[in-house]
């Protein structure tokens, strides 16, 4: 199955600051999917990323916020800006994955940002 | 994609056999049953899917009746480090290019000595 480097694993920023969180996939995948864990809860998709297309938001979600970039096959970045404390939360990158005849998703580490 | 209902939490020691099930009315007929698992700090991971009856592996059993309306996994002879939250997902995994998993509230287990 598909490994995924996710960087950074964690930061505490500033508000009204902006990060980017890289995620690199050790080999070529059509699709990588941006979500978001608030603390104690569940996933919640952010995006949807093509490489050579804009990505494609989730109710609640918007590229001014969450500018997404996938520049080639294998890697996607994705940009908290003008983080404010509700920004606090992990976020994660996931593959679709096949292994054998099992579909599923393979995901990165996560990203803890903390916003102070 | 069908909405998937399951305990928030459930309490085992170690040694006993943990079932935990999931509800899911409206699944479809191309929709496939996929469990994920999350420990702290990490990211989801592919527990085990299935279609219907019986699915085995190495980790976990898949039990899914006729009916196709509920699953449960089953983990044999849990450890402390079974202690994670397990999520039930429901989707169309054929369609390919693009077919999101909806996450719902997942089950927090807990395993003690």
């Known amino acids: 199955s598909a490994v995924i480097s996710q960087k950074p694993s964690r930061d505490i920023c500033q508000r009204g600051t902006s990060l980017t969180i890289q995620c690199q996939v050790d080999?070529?995948?059509?699709?990588m999917f941006w979500y978001r864990q608030q603390p104690g809860q569940s996933l919640t998709l952010i995006a949807t990323?093509?490489?050579?297309?804009?990505?494609?938001?989730e109710s609640g979600f918007v590229i001014d916020k969450f500018p997404i970039s996938r520049p080639n096959l294998t890697f996607s970045t994705l940009t908290v800006s003008n983080m404010s404390p509700e920004d606090s939360s992990i976020y994660l990158c996931?593959?679709?994955?096949?292994?054998?005849?099992?579909?599923?998703?393979?995901f990165g580490s996560g990203t803890r940002l903390t916003v102070v | 994609l069908a909405k998937t209902t399951q305990p928030i939490s459930m309490d085992s020691y170690e040694g006993q056999e943990v079932n935990i099930t999931c509800s899911h009315n409206?699944?479809?007929?191309?929709?496939?049953i996929t469990w994920y698992q999350q420990f702290p700090s990490q990211g989801p991971r592919f527990i085990i899917q299935?279609?219907?009856t019986k699915v085995t592996n190495e980790v976990a059993s898949l039990f899914i009746p006729a009916d196709r309306k509920s699953s449960t996994l089953s983990l044999p002879r849990v450890s402390l480090s079974d202690t994670a939250v397990y999520y039930c997902?429901?989707?169309?995994?054929?369609?390919?290019?693009?077919?999101?998993?909806?996450f719902g509230t997942g089950t927090q287990l807990k395993v003690e000595l």
């Open positions: 996931s593959v679709e994955d096949w292994t054998g005849a099992v579909y599923g998703y393979t």
């Open positions: 080999s070529q995948v059509t699709m």
């Open positions: 990323a093509n490489q050579g297309s804009e990505a494609t938001y």
């Open positions: 409206n699944i479809a007929t191309n929709d496939y």
């Open positions: 299935g279609y219907k």
């Open positions: 997902l429901v989707g169309d995994i054929l369609t390919g290019g693009g077919n999101k998993l909806t």
